[in-house]
């Protein structure tokens, strides 16, 4: 970190900034420039907010070298982190599609579906029990009786599930029961969601929220490497920006840029981001060009018929022709 004093400062200002870092046991170097003397500060183990500091009389500018998260950065770990759920492993080269419906909707709904994604190469089949709806008169999931049918389909059929938690209170029995807890885009910033599932050691897919920078989501999955876990997939969903012919803007650059920055994998869900089925596909395409680790996608057998997310989902013809496009990465 380096702490830029205006050029008129005094010297008992810069030896009072000088004191103030040794106080936090920081270890401060004066670098006297022609116009103006730096500070440059080493040994932090921890990000200092600039509100700790640039208050104190004759700083101009604080500047960070490290990044504000630690243990998500390659500085960290300099290695590709691989997630490894029964035998699917996402970040190990080979891109990994989770497929199912939005939500489940019954026994037979999501069996047939999962039966289906599998014959075509889905690893992980979704499905969402509890959902996080805009209005309180949509559909809510089916709750405990969902997670039920996830763990019948898990059974039947041979593949885990992904499944969003929205509250705390249900993380004892998702620990125990479920095979990657999601969290979802609008729980990205529940700090005390994330700090509790800190405390597990799980697999987690991490949602970006539609309003996060990717700095934000970054400082989320910090959370969630804070304790004892570190099986964290990140999963880019789309932004909210001032375009508002698709649900959501996906953004393709957080990939690429999240892939240099951090070990984790990061997968792509072209369904909520677009929210359109018709632009799922070359979404999807893009996204793997791009360096993703693998695809979350909306299938659902009937899609006019299905309770939330009607438009984005793909039906059984689109999702069989979804896979065939995606061979050359598969
Ligand atoms: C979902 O995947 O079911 C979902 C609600 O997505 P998001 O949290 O990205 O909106
Ligand atoms: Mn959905």
């Not at 970054?218 to 649900?247: H, M, P």
Request: hydrophobic share 40%.
């Amino acid at each position: 970190m380096l702490v830029v004093m205006h050029k008129d400062a005094s010297e008992k200002q810069i030896q009072n900034v000088l004191a103030h870092f040794r106080n936090l046991k920081l270890k401060p170097e004066k670098l006297p420039g022609s116009q103006r003397v730096t500070i440059g500060i080493t040994g932090n183990d921890r990000y200092i907010p600039n509100d700790e500091v640039s208050r104190l009389p004759g700083i101009v500018e604080v500047i960070h070298v490290t990044h504000k998260y630690k243990k998500v950065s390659r500085e960290f770990y300099a290695k590709d982190t691989k997630v490894r759920v029964g035998d699917v492993v996402f970040g190990n080269g080979k891109p990994v599609m989770i497929a199912g419906p939005c939500s489940v909707e019954s026994e037979k709904q999501f069996i047939k579906t999962a039966k289906f994604v599998k014959k075509l190469g889905a690893e992980v089949v979704r499905g969402g029990i509890f959902k996080p709806r805009t209005s309180p008169y949509s559909f809510q999931g089916l709750g405990y009786k969902g997670l039920q049918i996830l763990k019948k389909m898990r059974d039947e059929v041979g593949l885990p599930f992904c499944v969003e938690i929205l509250s705390v209170d249900d993380i004892e029995l998702f620990a125990h029961e479920v095979d990657i807890i999601q969290i979802g885009a609008r729980s990205m910033q529940n700090f005390d969601l994330l700090k509790r599932l800190a405390e597990i050691n799980k697999p987690m897919l991490l949602k970006r929220g539609p309003w996060a920078t990717v700095e934000e989501f970054l400082l989320a999955a910090e959370y969630l490497l804070s304790g004892s876990n570190n099986q964290v997939i990140l999963c880019e969903r789309g932004i909210k920006t001032f375009e508002s012919s698709t649900r959501n803007t996906l953004d393709l650059n957080s990939v690429a840029l999240i892939k240099k920055l951090t070990h984790l994998p990061i997968i792509v869900d072209p369904s909520h981001a677009a929210g359109n089925h018709e632009i799922v596909g070359p979404l999807s395409r893009a996204a793997l060009a791009v360096g993703a680790d693998g695809l979350l996608v909306e299938v659902h057998p009937n899609p006019l018929k299905a309770l939330s997310d009607q438009k984005q989902q793909l039906d059984f013809k689109e999702f069989e022709h979804l896979m065939k496009s995606l061979q050359i990465f598969m």
